[in-house]
Nanobody, 128 residues
Framework: QVQLEEFGGGSVEAGGSLTLSCVVS????????MGWFLQAPGKEREGVAG???????AYADGVKGRFTISIDNAKNTLYLQMNSLKPEANGMYYC??????????????????????WGQGTQVTVSS
């Protein structure tokens, strides 16, 4: 049984930093794509950052230069380092893992409709 569990959400002031973690269990395929997604209040889920098993990464335009996605395969853990946070980063963050697809698809239009395995989410609140 594949399970994903997110950690690291919380409250922070604008300009601050947070690091999210997503621990994956039960997924044994070596080819994959993983992503972080944000569902802001009243909005659809959208991709923030993606990473594929070929090492490529992709970021939504609004987070480039401030967010970094990484993975520790030995620990089966995906990370999202978020710096210089803005109030529009408010919302629930989800991680997703599925079969290989280009990392760019995570942040593409409708990227939030991915058919992989999803975690339950972790809440991020950024106060202005």
């Amino acid at each position: 049984q594949v399970q994903l569990e997110e950690f690291g959400g919380g409250s922070v002031e604008a300009g601050g930093s947070l690091t999210l973690s997503c621990v994956v269990s039960g997924y044994s395929h070596s080819d994959y794509c993983m992503g972080w997604f944000l569902q802001a209040p009243g909005k659809e889920r959208e991709g923030v950052a993606g990473i594929a098993s070929d090492g490529t990464t992709a970021y939504a335009d609004g987070v480039k230069g401030r967010f970094t996605i990484s993975i520790d395969n030995a620990k089966n853990t995906l990370y999202l380092q978020m710096n210089s946070l803005k109030p529009e980063a408010n919302g629930m963050y989800y991680c997703e893992r599925g079969g290989y697809r280009p990392a760019s698809m995570v942040v593409a239009v409708n990227g939030g409709d991915a058919f992989g395995y999803w975690g339950q989410g972790t809440q991020v609140t950024v106060s202005s």
